[in-house]
């Protein structure tokens, strides 16, 4: 599912030097709603990450291997997109499974049990940036919330609410009656996207998001037509230095098996040498969906 892309042939100039900061993520993400039908409540989700993943130390990147993985399998046929170093994004992404495994994959209250892990998955990562700040203190757990003579109580208490957060997690599947939905967090707050139906994160969340914004995207745009969009958009973000060059995009639909869409097929090489940067209105037609789903062999 790896992929190399043709380098963006864009006139923007890159700046020389990029101030690296604890929430400065080697990655993109990207999420979208796609041929939603509001009457039937159906629908269908793409998901995109770069390979770029990063390692810190003390919160700070110093290093990066654009052969690894942002996506993720998660229960009851949902997948999460992670951006964070690779170190932490294991060990939350595992905590998230255990919670989601949890659910009842027949409860119809699914999207709420979800936004619920994810919760406690924030909680989770909030402790390890705790027990982060303490450990550069020497101070243990139980001496900072027992310990009334603790010396430097006033500046652990400044630290941890000054502390960056650089986790950020997408999550797209369906619920019991096939409806997609589609969630955001950065471990404080979550949120849902129905419409214009997309969430971007990581580092060059910035250009993915000023170009899907461009295209107008939104849910009711075909699978087709927002594939393409996506794979623009992936592309430009690469603008940003600190986005890989290769990466995996995966296409949910309910009760079906998820399509690998990232390779680059002649389709839609055609299509950038067609549509960029001209009108993809006509994308959204059939005959569009048939040389798309030809090309990347997905089924009815």
Same mark, same amino acid.
């Given at each position: 599912?790896? @992929?190399?892309?043709?380098?963006?042939?864009?006139?923007?100039?890159l700046?020389?030097?990029?101030?690296?900061?604890?929430?400065?993520?080697?990655?993109?993400?990207?999420?979208?709603?796609?041929g939603?039908?509001h009457?039937?409540?159906?629908?269908?989700?793409?998901?995109?990450?770069?390979?770029?993943?990063?390692y810190?130390?003390?919160?700070?990147?110093?290093?990066s291997?654009?052969?690894?993985?942002?996506?993720?399998?998660?229960?009851?046929?949902?997948y999460g997109?992670i951006?964070? +170093?690779?170190?932490?994004s294991?060990?939350?992404i595992?905590y998230?499974?255990?919670?989601?495994?949890?659910?009842?994959?027949?409860?119809?209250?699914?999207?709420a049990l979800i936004?619920?892990a994810?919760?406690?998955t924030?909680?989770y990562?909030r402790m390890?940036?705790?027990?982060?700040?303490?450990?550069?203190?020497?101070?243990?757990?139980?001496?900072?919330?027992? +310990?009334d003579?603790?010396?430097?109580r006033?500046?652990?208490?400044?630290?941890?609410?000054e502390?960056?957060?650089? @986790?950020?997690?997408i999550?797209?599947?369906?619920?019991?009656?096939?409806?997609?939905?589609?969630?955001?967090?950065?471990c404080?707050?979550?949120?849902?996207?129905?419409?214009p139906?997309?969430?971007?994160?990581?580092?060059?969340?910035?250009?993915?998001?000023d170009?899907?914004?461009?295209?107008?995207?939104?849910?009711f745009?075909?699978?087709?037509? @927002?594939a393409y969009?996506?794979?623009?958009?992936?592309?430009?973000?690469?603008?940003?230095p600190?986005?890989?060059?290769?990466?995996?995009?995966?296409?949910?639909?309910?009760?079906?098996?998820?399509?690998?869409?990232g @390779?680059?097929?002649?389709?839609?090489?055609?299509?950038?040498?067609?549509f960029?940067?001209?009108?993809t209105d006509?994308? +959204?037609?059939?005959?569009?969906?048939?040389?798309?789903s030809?090309?990347?062999?997905i089924?009815a």
């Amino acid at each position: 599912m790896i @992929t190399k892309l043709r380098r963006w042939s864009g006139n923007i100039r890159l700046p020389r030097r990029v101030k690296r900061g604890k929430a400065d993520l080697m990655t993109v993400t990207i999420g979208a709603l796609c041929g939603v039908k509001h009457t039937s409540q159906t629908g269908n989700i793409i998901l995109c990450a770069d390979t770029r993943i990063t390692y810190c130390s003390e919160g700070v990147p110093v290093t990066s291997n654009d052969g690894g993985s942002k996506l993720f399998e998660l229960p009851m046929g949902f997948y999460g997109l992670i951006a964070d +170093d690779v170190s932490r994004s294991l060990h939350v992404i595992s905590y998230l499974w255990e919670e989601m495994s949890r659910i009842n994959p027949e409860d119809e209250r699914r999207a709420a049990l979800i936004k619920l892990a994810l919760t406690k998955t924030g909680e989770y990562i909030r402790m390890w940036m705790r027990r982060e700040v303490l450990a550069r203190y020497g101070v243990s757990l139980d001496e900072f919330l027992h +310990d009334d003579r603790l010396v430097n109580r006033g500046d652990i208490c400044r630290e941890i609410e000054e502390f960056s957060i650089p @986790t950020q997690i997408i999550i797209g599947g369906f619920s019991t009656t096939g409806s997609p939905f589609l969630l955001f967090t950065d471990c404080v707050n979550i949120q849902e996207q129905t419409n214009p139906g997309f969430f971007c994160g990581g580092a060059g969340a910035d250009k993915a998001l000023d170009w899907l914004n461009r295209r107008k995207q939104n849910a009711f745009m075909s699978v087709q037509r @927002t594939a393409y969009h996506i794979h623009e958009a992936k592309r430009f973000a690469e603008l940003s230095p600190l986005v890989g060059p290769f990466h995996h995009i995966l296409l949910l639909r309910h009760q079906k098996p998820p399509a690998n869409i990232g @390779t680059d097929q002649p389709v839609i090489e055609r299509w950038l040498r067609d549509f960029y940067p001209r009108s993809t209105d006509v994308l +959204d037609q059939d005959a569009a969906w048939q040389e798309f789903s030809g090309e990347y062999a997905i089924g009815a």
